[in-house]
């Protein structure tokens, strides 16, 4: 009599070496998490291979002391077994703007030459501006003129900032700003107002970056302006750029106060024309307890407005922590100043800040296609 075939017995077979192969997997699994190459490992020192150390900074001299003190800072606190570890969420850096990360002295700052040419060349304003515009205006071509920057022209430039682009939205405003942005340089060939800014500097930010640092800009220039200059330039969101401030209101407000009015959806954001507060020495450190809600480890500036943001940073900190200021010692690339830099080497020495050389640190400034006219 002829056996029956035992049906089952294939898929006993089968479920045998399915469970084998789980076996295997869950072993293999378990070995890399051991060694630390599961996916939920701590991002230490792997981050800083993001970037190899010889390309990161190639903009700087090899004795630049920025290029030396940064990587022996990030390679201590980006190892998980050094005393100097800073985790991740902890890695913040604070920037100025104008003469840290791009030009300062074509003739002036960006938001002075943007309030200049509205007041004063703008074909569709110029004949609005008020006389306190023209006024502020005036003084502002001096200062384009002398290089010396006059007592209380922040206050008057941020007050006239506020009224002449007032009942712009925040679109409109954007955009006024990046088309000037698009404007030529005054002192420099193949460069716009859009491009000057220092590619070793923005190499920095590339090298924080790579590591896990949360890069903020804390700028004297207006917010709104800061973002139209520096957007598609660094990559950061726009709530990592923090500048002066002036009012937004509704546009069906008008004159009714904003504790009294509610929002409706016929209207927009637009420019409210009052100058609120000149983000500068210790505004900045407001700002940034206020906005970022953290001490940061790293500072980067060029002048006293930044000392009191550096000096926030690298003073009764949990973290080790680094301040940078560059002094404006070139000459030939660069619209210099030999005194100014002079002033700012004695404050680094002073008060503890690293100083950095755009004369001797820095390879290129804006590029080799870009020269001094």
Request: proline share 3%.
């Amino acid at each position: 009599m002829e056996k029956k075939k035992n049906s089952a017995t294939p898929w006993k077979i089968i479920s045998a070496v399915l469970a084998v192969a789980l076996i295997a997997v869950s072993c293999t699994w378990a070995f890399t998490a051991n060694n630390g190459t599961s996916a939920k490992s701590e991002p230490t020192s792997s981050a800083s291979s993001k970037v190899a150390e010889a390309d990161a900074l190639s903009l700087w001299t090899k004795d630049a002391k920025l290029k030396t003190e940064l990587t022996d800072y990030m390679k201590a606190i980006t190892d998980s077994n050094s005393k100097d570890f800073i985790p991740v969420e902890n890695r913040i850096a604070v920037f100025d703007m104008d003469g840290t990360l791009c030009c300062e002295t074509d003739p002036g700052y960006f938001d002075h030459k943007l309030l200049y040419h509205r007041v004063m060349e703008d074909p569709d304003y110029k004949d609005k501006a008020s006389k306190e515009e023209k006024e502020t205006a005036k003084i502002i071509e001096g200062y384009f003129k002398t290089g010396e920057y006059p007592e209380g022209l922040d206050i008057k430039h941020g007050t006239a900032v506020a009224t002449a682009f007032k009942g712009m939205t925040i679109d409109e405003f954007d955009k006024y700003v990046k088309a000037y942005r698009d404007e030529p340089m005054e002192s420099y060939n193949n460069m716009t107002n859009g491009e000057a800014f220092y590619k070793p500097m923005l190499q920095v930010i590339d090298y924080l970056q790579a590591n896990d640092f949360k890069v903020y800009i804390v700028s004297g220039t207006d917010r709104l302006i800061t973002r139209g200059l520096v957007d598609g330039v660094i990559d950061i969101p726009l709530a990592q750029m923090i500048g002066s401030d002036e009012s937004l209101v509704a546009s069906n407000q008008g004159d009714e106060d904003s504790l009294n009015y509610t929002f409706t959806k016929d209207d927009k954001v637009i420019t409210g024309g009052q100058f609120l507060i000149k983000n500068l020495k210790m505004n900045k450190v407001s700002v940034i307890e206020q906005e970022i809600g953290e001490q940061p480890v790293l500072s980067f500036g060029n002048s006293s407005g930044d000392g009191a943001m550096a000096n926030f940073v690298i003073n009764n900190n949990k973290y080790k922590t680094g301040a940078f200021m560059l002094c404006c010692d070139d000459l030939e690339r660069e619209n210099g100043n030999t005194e100014k830099a002079d002033k700012m080497y004695a404050l680094c020495e002073e008060n503890g800040w690293t100083p950095v050389s755009m004369k001797n640190d820095w390879t290129t400034i804006y590029g080799d296609d870009v020269t001094k006219k």
